[in-house]
């Protein structure tokens, strides 16, 4: 497996992993059943493409992500910070908005930097970042 292949997966695996740590957090947080339901969906999604990333990884025998604990606890800790005082609908969908528009923007860099790369990680990729573009449409309507 190319260098570039692999750096693309993983920055895939690392934005999915971000993702659904995310939704665990805040899932409990959530008091509308409309968005518990919709970020439920988006755990699933983000879960396969996760999953086709290792996948992929894998089969090319390359190294897979490896979570940063610290990223972990700090993605976690600025969840809780950021819901102390505000647990709103529109709150949760704004801070979900903002997480996804951070998952465009580094698959943007990460394919900005890793042009070598082939057509199944950037398949991948592009799927990761138009299902990001969807979910932010689809969470406009709660804020």
Do not use: W
């Not at 934005?15 to 518990?36: F, G, H, P, Q, R």
């Not at 490896?66 to 709150?91: A, D």
Request: with cysteine.
């Amino acid at each position: 497996m190319k260098r570039d292949d692999a750096e693309i997966l993983r920055e895939v695996q690392k934005n999915t992993e971000m993702a659904m740590k995310a939704i665990d957090t805040v899932s409990d947080k959530v008091y509308d059943d409309d968005l518990a339901v919709q970020l439920s969906r988006q755990s699933l999604k983000y879960s396969e493409i996760h999953n086709k990333a290792l996948d992929k990884i894998l089969e090319g025998k390359a190294e897979p992500y490896r979570t940063n604990n610290i990223s972990q606890m700090m993605l976690v800790g600025g969840i809780h910070s950021n819901t102390i005082f505000n647990t709103s609908t529109s709150h949760i969908a704004e801070m979900m908005i903002q997480g996804s528009n951070r998952g465009i923007t580094d698959m943007c860099k990460a394919l900005n930097h890793h042009e070598r790369a082939g057509s199944f990680s950037l398949e991948i990729a592009k799927e990761l970042m138009d299902f990001e573009e969807k979910n932010i449409e689809r969470l406009k309507k709660y804020l």
